[in-house]
């Protein structure tokens, strides 16, 4: 089957790209509400863009009616915001925090999740999030009834039993990550496996690109 998308109605694009694009990661980002309380909500067009400058980016939709969200109001007003990455121990307290409540409730406390401060912005944290991202807008790319915001991370707090030993790669045992795959359907990285290149294409790569390191993608 073919689909031309420059004339498939906007809800089949959305369902054919959500169905095979995935898993996604899901970005649960909390904000400051402009009434001072945690405004939270999960995100699953969300990627890590870069690590020099370290970006990251996420895709927003508007409501129905055409409003914004507050999550991106929030963002659009402060600058700032906080990226929880998500496990199975949150994965009930984030599908709360999708609900869509009105803009002066505050999702942490309804959720039932522990807030911590960030340490460079003005939002909260979750407390038991493996891994909180603190960013601050690098830039914001609108679209009618749409933006994406890339936002630079200031700051990162890991979960101490996520990390190795040595503290410098994750756990696979212990980080496994929920993610989106389409509708209601989500995803654990319970099933983790490496695959690595022959010696014979690592020498091939080195002789090709002598001086240069090879980067871990």
Not at 44 to 67: E, L, M, T, Y
Not at 173 to 180: F, K, L, N
Request: charged share 25%.
């Amino acid at each position: 089957m073919q689909f031309d998308f420059t004339k498939l109605p906007p809800a089949d694009r959305y369902r054919l790209l959500t169905n095979f694009v995935g898993p996604r990661p899901i970005a649960l980002i909390t904000t400051r509400a402009a009434a001072g309380h945690d405004n939270a909500a999960p995100m699953s067009f969300f990627n890590v863009f870069a690590h020099d400058p370290p970006i990251v980016i996420i895709g927003f939709s508007a409501r129905p009616d055409g409003s914004e969200k507050d999550t991106i109001g929030n963002i659009r007003r402060t600058g700032q915001f906080c990226v929880n990455m998500v496990d199975m121990a949150l994965a009930d307290q984030m599908i709360v925090c999708g609900v869509n409540f009105a803009a002066e409730v505050d999702e942490l406390e309804i959720a039932g999740l522990e807030a911590r401060p960030c340490a460079q912005i003005d939002a909260a944290r979750i407390a038991n999030t493996p891994c909180a991202m603190e960013c601050r807008i690098e830039r914001i790319i609108d679209y009618p009834g749409r933006a994406i915001v890339m936002g630079e991370v200031v700051e990162m707090h890991v979960r101490d039993d996520c990390l190795d030993a040595g503290g410098r790669y994750v756990d696979p045992s212990v980080y496994q990550p929920i993610a989106r795959l389409h509708a209601d359907n989500y995803i654990v990285s319970d099933r983790q496996f490496e695959l690595k290149k022959s010696a014979e294409l690592a020498a091939r790569e080195v002789a090709q690109s002598p001086g240069k390191p090879v980067e871990r993608n």
